[in-house]
């Protein structure tokens, strides 16, 4: 997966999802995105 098509996949998980997930899969999503793709996420 290229960095846009993890950045629209983690952008339209529900944050409170996230706690679902193992570790390694968030890590390995956020992984692949840029400091200024996560700084734009919504809280």
């Known amino acids: 997966m290229d960095a846009g098509q993890l950045h629209t996949m983690v952008e339209n998980i529900k944050s409170d999802i996230f706690g ?24």
């Open 20 to 43: 679902e997930f193992d570790p390694s899969v968030v890590g390995g999503m956020f992984a692949g995105l840029d400091h200024d793709q996560i700084g734009g996420f919504d809280h």
